[in-house]
């Protein structure tokens, strides 16, 4: 089966804004009515911003930020709990988080409602305030039996990732770091598939256990299924390069089985091994040159080809 994760935030802000006309008319008990009626449902994970406090947001506003708050479940809670001069509903009834949770067996996704909307304000104040309450967090859904994993940044210099990492770590007691991307530069729209998959790969080789896949449609519209598939590729490579690096058992093995494909010029083998078979085998097919052992981009002149003839030759 999916795993099927939800931002009951979402649901609970939403039917406010329907039925009252306004957000800030949203009460705790609409936000918990959603929990427990998902979690009813067989939700298997909740993503609750419980880190934005009234404590967090001062820390935001004094500090200063590019790009203020660019998370939507943040960007709700923050505008209720100014607008109604009151504490997050999420983190002041923990504990009831907690018993819903714990009732309906749904693990905690913590969700780090002010991360960094760009590389300016990565590992900014305000995002360690909020990772610091995460910890915290942690520790109580523990105690009460309640599985936890923690969000991470989206936008995080290449420089600053390892340290994002190790942070987490050791704030939030080496709870699973999810992590979105994290994109690594914020001047490619239209490739942050390709962005966050240098990020992914950066930050799962230094201990992130979970990758949120970003699509090239990221900051530009909603992704259509191309935008999908394309977006899981790319974080499914950044996955494998980071088992490689971490000499995960098994790992490079696929590697090598590709590699000897290669040099045995065994295209079926090749396209077979591909992580994207079906690419693979369309840009063969295009490319496909009149001999059938070589490609069209060295053709006659392969490398591999003319080598391994010439050491056969010497073997000889």
Known sequence: PVVIGTVPI??????????????????????????????????????VHCGVTQASITRLQKQGRLMDIVSRGGSFLTTWM???????????????????????????????GL??????DATDRAQIEELITLGELTKR????????????????????????????????????FYVLGPIVTDVAPGYDHITSAI????????????????????????????????GVIATRIAGHAADIAKGLPNAMKWDIAMAKA??????????KLAIDSERAEKFREEGKPH?????????????????KETLRKGDM
Not at 145 to 171: A, C, D, R, W, Y
Not at 211 to 222: D, F, R, S, W
């Open 82 to 112: 100014i607008a109604n001069k009151q504490e997050n509903p999420l983190f002041e009834y923990f504990d009831r988080v907690l018993e819903i949770a714990s009732a309906y067996d749904v693990t905690l996704s913590l969700g780090d």
């Open 262 to 271: 290669r040099k045995n010029l065994n295209w079926k083998d090749q396209i």
């Open 115 to 120: 991360r960094p909307g760009c590389l300016a």
């Open 141 to 176: 859904a523990w105690k009460k039996g309640v599985q936890v994993m923690i969000e991470g940044p989206g936008h995080v210099p290449m420089n600053q990732i390892q340290t994002n990492i190790e942070l987490e770590k050791s704030l939030c007691s080496n709870a699973p």
């Open 10 to 47: 979402y649901q609970a802000a939403i039917e406010t804004i329907r039925a009252k006309k306004a957000l800030i008319k949203m009460t705790p008990d609409d936000i918990f009515d959603v929990l427990e009626k998902q979690a009813a449902e067989g939700v298997d994970f909740f993503t």
């Open 199 to 230: 990020g992914g790969a950066l930050a799962a080789a230094a201990g992130a256990d979970f990758l949120c896949y970003v699509t090239p449609a990221e900051h530009l519209k909603l992704p259509n299924l191309e935008d999908v598939r394309q």
């Open 291 to 307: 001999m059938e052992d070589v490609c069209s981009m060295c053709g006659e002149y392969c490398a591999i080809k003319l080598v």
